[in-house]
T-cell receptor, first 109, second 120 residues
Framework: GQNIDQPTEMTATEGAIVQINCTYQ??????LFWYQQHAGEAPTFLSY??LDGLEEKGRFSSFLSRSKGYSYLLLKELQMKDSASYLC??????????WGAGTKLIIKP | GAVVSQHPSWVICKSGTSVKIECRSL??????MFWYRQFPKQSLMLMAT?????????EQGVEKDKFLINHASLTLSTLTVTSAHPEDSSFYIC????????????????FGPGTRLTVL
């Protein structure tokens, strides 16, 4: 079966750095997405990785290792507004997104 | 960026009634639209994939006669929850992908703001 694993909840301090991990097992791979979702709102796109390596976009970076079925989202200089759920999703061989359950990130002052 | 709207943003209805939710791509044409459901503190659950002009493909366990999907144009898809019951109360989110011609490997989904359905 297809499976996406990510931690349920993480806590970090304002101004610090946090890494959210995601491991996956899917039938085929056509890229991995990270989305941010604030409570009661729809997800918003953060990043897309299809090749191994690190993609940096401002305070957020995303890393992918296809051989290990592993990705992480790195958030730097954390701000209170970064408190949200972060969803990892993998596009399988049928170009269908398989969603992880999301990681709730709590930022403390 | 691409914008997707949903209407209504929230709805409260009585058990047994039907509710229609609209999903529109405002500044692009969407060959494919997706309907998701999300219960509190849970991840997105894909309900169905809708392609313009054809029947929707439903995920296992989703009743196609209860959740009617119509994708009549390249900018509009509707989800009708028929004979709604309290257990159908959830956050319903649609997403859309642009027409073929965009890089299919990217295939980013643009999400609507969601519709919160409460069935009394």
């Amino acid at each position: 079966g297809q499976n996406i694993d990510q931690p349920t909840e993480m806590t970090a301090t304002e101004g610090a750095i946090v890494q959210i991990n995601c491991t996956y097992q899917t039938s085929g791979f056509n890229g991995l997405f990270w989305y941010q979702q604030h409570a009661g709102e729809a997800p918003t796109f953060l990043s897309y990785n299809v090749l191994d390596g690190l993609e940096e976009k401002g305070r957020f970076s995303s890393f992918l290792s296809r051989s290990k079925g592993y990705s992480y989202l790195l958030l730097k200089e954390l701000q209170m507004k970064d408190s949200a759920s972060y969803l990892c999703a993998v596009m399988d061989s049928n170009y269908q997104l398989i969603w992880g359950a999301g990681t709730k990130l709590i930022i403390k002052p | 960026g691409a914008v997707v709207s949903q209407h209504p943003s929230w709805v409260i209805c009585k058990s047994g009634t039907s509710v229609k939710i609209e999903c529109r791509s405002l500044d692009f044409q969407a060959t494919t639209m997706f309907w998701y459901r999300q219960f509190p503190k849970q991840s997105l659950m894909l309900m169905a994939t809708s392609n313009e002009g054809s029947k929707a493909t439903y995920e296992q366990g989703v009743e196609k006669d209860k959740f009617l999907i119509n994708h009549a144009s390249l900018t509009l898809s509707t989800l009708t929850v028929t004979s709604a019951h309290p257990e159908d109360s959830s956050f319903y989110i649609c997403s859309a992908t642009p027409m073929a011609g965009a890089d299919p490997a990217i295939n980013e989904q643009f999400f609507g703001p969601g519709t919160r359905l409460t069935v009394l």
